[in-house]
């Protein structure tokens, strides 16, 4: 079966700008979960939505926002970019909130200039 | 505030060598301990572990949980290059909190 898909890719933004990123999760899986992963901090949690709702938020600042679709594909917004939201872009799907364990996507590398 | 501690940071050994990847937290509500391996961008899944003194098994990769002395580790025999990758150490506490990840091991397998 497919698994998780992220686009773009890559992505190349100016400082200021916003940028929306979208993760298609495996097919039957509910719960998307997004994560900023840097040299300096690791792998540290966004959001999590499931059934179109957020269920939890990480320790990130408003500029970060996310949301759900009916058919669990998932997009998450930043607005206002600065130089430091530069980093790879996690999505992870999961049948029931973690319980299964996660599948990741290949991410969204976001280079702001 | 949940940590995850792993250990060593960065390992070079030579192929076919066993080696031992460590993992120590300190979490709220632990549920689950998650082993990923990262060689590009997508992380993948190796283990999921909720019960403690089990041993999880999958091919040369092996993986136990202690929750008394909270850590974990991740075993590795008769290493190829192919196992040259970061592995990430993950904990679950349940609901939608996420996951809370270590800083990864960072393992280079030379030929």
């Known amino acids: 079966k497919a698994g998780v898909t992220q686009t773009p890719r890559y992505l190349i933004k100016t400082r200021g700008q916003q940028v929306t990123l979208s993760c298609s999760p495996i097919s039957g899986h509910r719960s998307v979960s997004w994560y900023q992963q840097t040299p300096g901090q690791g792998l540290q949690f966004l959001f999590e939505?499931?059934?179109?709702?957020?269920?939890n938020k990480g320790n990130f600042p408003g500029r970060f926002s996310g949301r759900q679709f009916s058919n669990s594909r998932s997009e998450m917004n930043v607005s206002t970019l600065e130089l430091g939201d530069s980093a790879l872009y996690l999505c992870?799907?999961?049948?029931?909130?973690?319980?299964?364990?996660?599948?990741f996507g290949s991410g969204t590398r976001l280079t702001v200039v | 505030e949940d940590k995850v501690v792993q250990s060593p940071l960065s390992l070079v050994v030579h192929e076919g060598d066993t080696v031992t990847l460590n993992c120590s937290y300190e979490?709220?509500?632990?549920?689950?301990l998650l082993w990923y391996k990262q060689e590009k961008k997508a992380p993948t899944f190796l283990f999921m572990l909720t019960s403690s003194g089990i041993e999880k098994k999958s091919g040369r990769l092996s993986s136990i949980l202690d929750k008394k002395e909270l850590f974990s580790i991740l075993n590795i025999t008769a290493t190829q290059t192919g196992d040259s990758a970061v592995y990430l150490c993950a904990t679950f506490r349940g609901g939608a909190d996420g996951l809370t990840f270590g800083k990864g091991t960072h393992l280079i397998i030379q030929p």
């Open positions: 939505y499931f059934s179109e709702t957020q269920r």
């Open positions: 979490v709220t509500n632990f549920r689950s």
């Open positions: 992870a799907s999961s049948l029931r909130t973690g319980l299964d364990g996660y599948t």
